[in-house]
């Protein structure tokens, strides 16, 4: 009895070298998505009474503006690369597996850039 697994046996189920960075690039958009959170609740807290004039003006400040935006797109990037890897574990058929990546990456791409974009919009009124 042998316990090697033939080389053909283990064939085209696909490739380990290239997951360490998806790895990495998760733990990295993790830490984003903690620190720019914390700075997100704080906001938050500080505008929970205050005036509409207040809020605009508070956001249109360009510290703050970005520090939302880099909440948008690391929120919207650590949530695609947690979808990405539920679909590859967890479904079975590629060619659906495909198309819900596609439509999940699709779907926090137009949230993300669209809620950018707003922001954006609205700090150079």
């Given amino acids: 009895m042998s ?3 033939p080389l053909s046996s283990a ?3 696909g490739s380990a070298h290239t ?3 998806f790895w990495l690039l998760q733990r990295i958009s993790a830490i984003l998505v903690l620190v720019s959170s914390v700075w997100l609740f704080w906001l938050l807290h500080l505008l929970l009474h ?3 004039a207040e809020v605009l003006q508070f956001l249109s400040a ?3 503006a970005s520090a939302l935006s880099i ?3 690391s929120t919207g ?3 695609t690369q947690g979808i990405q890897v539920v679909l590859e ?3 079975p058929q590629a060619g659906l597996k495909l198309a819900l990546t596609w439509l999940s990456h699709s779907v926090f791409f137009i949230l993300a850039f669209s809620a950018t974009f707003n922001l954006i919009r609205l700090s150079l009124t």
Avoid: N, Q
């Fill in 3 to 5: 316990f090697r697994i």
């Fill in 11 to 13: 064939s085209g189920f």
């Fill in 19 to 21: 997951g360490s960075f």
């Fill in 50 to 52: 205050a005036e509409k």
């Fill in 62 to 64: 360009p510290i703050h």
């Fill in 71 to 73: 909440w948008f797109l």
């Fill in 77 to 79: 990037f650590h949530a």
């Fill in 89 to 91: 574990d967890y479904v």
